[in-house]
């Protein structure tokens, strides 16, 4: 030791001269977070902690099993949706047939709103962003020839997760499906929603009810569904840094567990259907130790703070989606190299599943020659590179080992922070943390302005005929022929069903019941998405941002 | 002189608003006022609240691909209440393509992704002070 001590010390002499030859090419070196770098690690910066650390192995910092992409590669799950579900239902097929290995269903802004299509806050809005769903009769034609227990289906929906992820249900029970056999996932993360993503119904009590619900009734009959993806994705997105993206998903799902514990569920009975969802970025290394951070960081939390003693409790499991912010309308085609490297880090921090961001998506929604580019790189990843052929190939790297424990200090600081406010809901309602992300997003741009953050082809490396590229158009008639749809569904079905179950529901809703029964019972009765959230929303209200800016 | 009045507002259901609170944040450090509307906001709700913050200028983001439908309602709108003079701009992720018709439909200006902030300020500086 004292011996490397002092190796080092000389060699910083020798550096000093030659950095006073050769002066550097910035006054610091730092990563997204603001984590100081050296301009090089050494055997001395390992943290002491452990050196045989070993994956599928408590704190899973190298991987949450032993084998990793040698057996199974992690799933290449393309999130799309857009129009209708007769139109999304053929993008999956196409998709599946070209070697995608799960589902990851869009839905569009009045469907995550719990809206209805004919309703006049989803003018213009309809099929935009992703499909329009009204009701378990556009479900039904989302996921006809698609056997639902021999794919996996991620969908992101939040404050109305209980009706999707019913109508799905109710989707299986028509295919014959035992819910057993069913895999997926629903976001069901409404936490984030109110500080980056925006989709929020119902204030957040209630909220955390309806999810409890779900974990409830999911642990019982749907043993195989992921009941949340407790999301930092859109916090980064809205400008976090890695650091707030860990610290704040965290603390989030810290609330999602102390509420379903104080509710009464045991925390073994859920927490193994609980996964998370993080943004791959475009620095590198800190990305890598960033997963594995967050990784060690949920084993500990689950084992030491709720006790949890099953072995699958303690795993952070986690989808990744490359960064959509960092994609530039500016030479379109250089996404394709972001998005490679973005990928690349997910795949070295042990991603289970991943998404690629086509280069038009700063843009518009992709073409389909994009989306075809965006899952070939995950195959050219998986296939050529030999990224996948060792699990956790940079552990024991002495930067990564030592990024890793600077992460994992600075998230643990950060939700102390949270814990003393009285956790994520208080720091949601304090403002505290969209302050926080709303900081990072504008020192970022700043950075971006001032130059000192170069963004090749925006702010240097520029061209001055930008070719455009053909991009994809939702024909804006689909708005109309959803509306007629489900003026054709409410005519034909049996009112005084739909009538009865939506009484049922904001019955369960007034006395607290689970409500997942009679949202089911609504469902297969055809009670549209907008009818049964709207009982929802009289009996619970609708959540009022306290805008700050 | 008075502070230029903006109102930042973010029309339909799309929930992306780090581009609008730093466009917001921006106008604020370059001497403007500036009321952010929060999500959701309908045109009609966009409207009433720039006449009534008798602000000089609207900007309007969104994400969601919504602009073709909502901005322009925004400009009919200022029309028929009578408050034309109000200038409205816009932001977000919107295909070159529609640029023109955004243009033609009274939409000053539309920045996309990579727009620098100053470029923001300026045009609101000389398009509001200019008249």
Known sequence: MQDKQERLALWQKGLDKAKARFPERKDKFETSSGIPLQTVYTALDRPEADDFALPGEFPYTRGVQRNMYRGRLWTMRQYAGFASAQESNERYKYLLSQGQTGLSVAFDLPTQIGLDSDHPLSEGEVGKVGVAIDSLADMEILFSDIPLDKVSTSMTINAP????????????????????????????????????????????????????????????????????????????????????????????????????????????????????????????????????????????????????????????????????????????????????????????????????????????????????????????????????????????????????????????????????????????????????????????????????????????????????????????????????????????????????????????????????????????????????????????????????? | MAPIRVLMAKPGLDGHDRGAKVVSRALRDAGMEVIYTGLRQSPEQIVQAAIQEDVDIIGLSCLSGAHNSLFPKVVELLKARGAGEIAVFGGGVIPEADIPGLRAAGIEAVFTPGTSLEEIVTFIRERVSGQ
Request: charged fraction near 20%; hydrophobic fraction near 45%.
């Open chain 1, 161 to 549: 997760a209980i009706v999707l992820l019913a109508m799905y249900l109710a989707v299986a029970e028509k295919q014959g499906v035992d819910w057993a056999k069913l895999k997926g996932t629903i976001q069901n993360d409404i936490l984030k929603e109110y500080v980056a993503r925006g989709t929020y119904i119902f204030p957040p009590e209630p909220s955390l009810k309806i999810i409890t619900d779900i974990f409830a009734f999911c642990a019982e009959k749907v043993p195989n569904w992921n009941t949340i993806s407790i999301s930092g994705y859109h916090i980064r997105e809205a400008g976090a840094t890695a650091v707030q993206e860990v610290a704040f998903t965290l603390a989030n799902a810290i609330c999602y567990v102390e509420t379903a514990v104080a509710a009464g569920l045991q925390v073994d009975d859920f927490a193994p259907r609980l996964s998370f969802f993080f943004n791959a970025h475009s620095n590198l290394f800190e990305e890598v130790a960033k997963f594995r951070a967050a990784r060690k960081l949920w084993a500990e939390i689950m084992s030491k703070r709720f006790g949890a003693k099953a072995p699958k409790s303690l795993l952070l499991r986690f989808h990744t989606q490359t960064a959509g912010s960092t994609l530039t309308a500016q030479q379109p085609d250089n996404n394709v190299v972001r998005v490679a490297l973005q990928a690349l880090s997910a795949v070295l921090g042990g991603t289970q599943s991943l998404h690629t961001n086509s280069r038009d998506e700063a843009m518009a929604l992709p073409s389909e020659d994009s989306v075809r580019i965006a899952l070939r790189t995950q195959q050219i990843i998986a296939h050529e590179t030999g990224a996948a052929d060792v699990v956790d190939p940079l552990g024991g790297s002495y930067y990564i080992e030592s990024l890793t424990a600077q992460i994992e200090d600075r998230v643990k600081e950060m939700l102390a922070k949270i814990d003393e406010q009285g956790g994520a809901v208080a720091a949601i309602n304090s403002g505290f943390i969209q302050r926080q992300i709303q900081d990072s997003a504008y020192k970022f741009q700043l950075d971006v302005e001032t130059k000192e953050q170069i963004i090749v082809g925006v702010n240097q490396f520029t061209v001055d005929d930008e070719t455009q590229p053909e991009l994809l158009r939702v024909d804006p008639a689909v708005g109309i022929e959803q509306q007629q749809r489900l003026a054709g569904l409410k005519s034909q079905r049996k009112p005084e069903a739909v009538e009865q179950a939506l009484a049922a529901i904001r019955q369960g809703a007034e006395k607290g019941d689970n409500l997942f029964p009679p949202v089911l019972d609504a469902v297969r009765a055809y009670a549209s998405l907008g009818e049964i959230c709207g009982v929802l929303r009289e009996v619970y209200g609708e959540y009022q941002a306290k805008d700050l800016v």
